[in-house]
């Protein structure tokens, strides 16, 4: 009988991009503290990591980034501003972002890809499994996809990627996955993917095929839970797509020698951060949904798409 998998403690967040599709705003700002209503992108990501348990957090890092740092930092003068005013609930949102978890950073000095970003956490993690999560990707919490990951793995072992159907004209722009059923289909909820259960075998992974050659419309998003095996593998992985060492080459490498990779299938509300559009639709509907935001605005949504639709007419 298989031994009982680690709890997975630790989370590693890739954060070294230069969010080109973001210029010129991201030139002195990093695209992660990029304000998602009110608090950056970073942020939720972390308090997802922590949600599942995870409480030692590596960012991996890269110039221009220190206002990561300072966001999860303390800040007394302000505190102590805030604590003369009597305002109890900005010094709790403040205060609430250093509190999270055990923050840590290193940088990745050359951009050489994700792998290469997650082998710059090796001397942090060490032999522990982690979570890689990264920082484009808001999974709502409603939807608690790394529950749904650990679960699998404490299952079925092994390393656990999340997959989620996207469009077949747009598999192009992801890593993509081959799988089979490895269990009964219909899994548990909590964004559950179609027929598919908890738990699929991987059997190939290509990082953004050709047009026309995808194994199947399953894209790699942004969510992983890692055997420490594949720092070695990484570190023998040729540059891939792009002139980059990819995490998607190397967790192929283990596919194909047969070490157990499963993925979970995804349909829940994700949010990609990375692209301006879903950026936008993201900020409006987690607007749309807070109790002091929410029917204001909607009232004010709604009078401004039929002021737009009379315009039209």
Known sequence: MNPTPAK????????????TRFLPLTKATPKEMLPVVDKPAIQYVVEEAVAAGMSDILMVTGRNKRPLEDHFD???????????????????????????????????????????AVLCAAPHVGHEPFAVLLADDLIDPRDPLLA???????????????????????????????????????????????GWGDGVRITELVEKPERGTAPS?????????????????????????????QLTDALRTLVRAGRPVHGVVFSGRRYDTGDRAEY?????????????????????LRDFVRAGELATL
């Open 8 to 19: 997975i403690t630790k989370a590693v967040i890739p954060a070294a991009g230069l969010g």
């Open 74 to 116: 303390r800040n007394y003068e302000l505190e102590e501003a805030l604590q003369r005013r009597g305002d109890q609930d900005k010094l709790n949102s403040v205060c609430a972002s250093t509190e999270l978890a055990d923050i840590h950073y290193v940088r990745q000095r050359d951009p050489r890809g994700l792998g290469h």
């Open 148 to 194: 749904r990951m650990a679960d699998v793995r404490a299952r079925l072992g092994g390393s656990v990627v999340a997959l989620m159907e996207v469009d077949p004209d747009a598999i192009h722009l992801y890593g993509c996955a081959a799988i089979e059923q490895s269990g009964p289909a219909g899994g548990p909820g909590g964004g559950g993917g179609g």
């Open 217 to 245: 419309n399953l894209a790699v998003i942004g969510r992983y839970l890692l055997d420490p095996e594949i720092f070695d593998v990484l570190r023998s992985t040729s540059p891939g797509r792009g002139g980059e060492i």
């Open 280 to 300: 936008l639709r993201a900020t409006v509907r987690l607007a749309c949904e807070r109790e002091d935001l929410g029917p204001e605005f909607l009232s004010w």
